[in-house]
């Protein structure tokens, strides 16, 4: 079997570095990053043209991006803040680089290009679109898709929300956020009216290598195929990893906007997979999500 040739930029991320342990068997990969095998800053211009003059291959998988959305908040409109310096003109540097290289793009985004109004959202539903409603964040994502999709006639978007995988030490996901704060007595009452499909991390390699061998082009989504709240999420994670379920307490997040956030959040921006399905994926269901990381972590997330 001839590998694929993948240049992963962002390979000790949460998600690419998973990615990058799951490729190895089907890609041949060239590991950029911070910390990687090749240092680079997709905000640097003659970065990004050191990777690609010096190194063979085919396709670059963006994971690289700025994800903490309270801190992208506090740079709403600032378009020299670091957020949308990664999210925009970083994607912007190696979209130039496909175009002048001749590679192919698959980028990693996001449910949060939604207002949440009207999910579960399809590929075809049009992002936003009330940006009053949508975060820095998910704006800066908004952006970036559309330089991707008038840029580039080659490129795979692959939308993902609230991943969550097995251990990692470097950050917090949905699933070890939960538990850290629920075993330290510090959960917060979680949502019962925000709508949610979590995505399984360890789907990401298997999906991206199915679109990239049937020749795949344009916007997909990898979520659980049900949809779920963040209250009953907890619930379940914290039963199957042994806490007790009955202590979960439900909030709301309409009142918390009201009260507490200045900062949007979609209340539903489930997303629908039945595209990927057509193709022959199943993605994980949440559920059995849950279950999966319970034994690959030997029942110890954090």
């Given at each position: ?87 925009v ?32 959202y399809?590929?075809?539903d ?15 994502k ?73 020749n795949?082009?344009g ?33 709301s ?35 059995k999500?849950?279950k ?11």
């Open positions: 079997m001839t590998k694929t040739k993948l240049a992963v930029v962002g390979c000790t991320s949460m998600v690419g570095s998973r990615f990058c342990g799951l490729a190895k068997n089907w890609a041949h990969l060239t590991q950029a990053d911070f910390k990687g095998d090749i240092n680079i800053d997709i905000t640097d211009i003659k970065s990004v043209e050191n990777l690609f003059q010096n190194h063979d291959f085919e396709w670059v998988a963006l994971f690289s991006a700025f994800t903490d959305v309270d801190e992208a908040e506090k740079q709403r409109d600032d378009k020299r803040g670091s957020c949308w310096q990664i999210n003109e970083g994607v912007k540097n190696i979209i130039n680089a496909c175009q002048a290289h001749q590679k192919k793009l698959i980028f990693i985004s996001t449910d949060f290009v939604f207002d949440g109004t009207s999910g579960p399809s590929e075809d049009p992002t936003g679109p009330d940006l009053t409603k949508v975060s820095w964040y998910g704006i800066t908004i952006e970036a898709e559309k330089l991707i999709t008038t840029g580039l006639s080659d490129f795979l978007i692959l939308r993902i929300a609230y991943p969550y995988r097995s251990k990692f030490p470097g950050k917090d996901d949905l699933a070890k956020r939960t538990l850290r704060l629920y075993f330290a007595g510090q959960l917060y009452p979680m949502f019962t009216d925000q709508f949610i499909s979590p995505t399984f991390i360890d789907d990401i390699a298997p999906t991206i290598h199915l679109l990239i061998t049937t795949q082009k916007i997909f989504h990898l979520v659980s195929p049900t949809v779920t709240t963040q209250y009953e999420f907890a619930k379940e994670l914290i039963s199957v990893f042994g806490g007790n379920p009955a202590k979960v307490q439900k909030g997040l309409v009142e918390f906007l009201k009260e507490k956030s200045q900062i949007p959040r979609p209340l539903n921006s489930a997303l629908k997979a039945d595209k990927i399905k057509a193709l022959g994926f199943g993605p994980t269901d949440w559920k999500g849950i999966i990381i319970y034994t690959q972590s030997g029942g110890k997330l954090i």
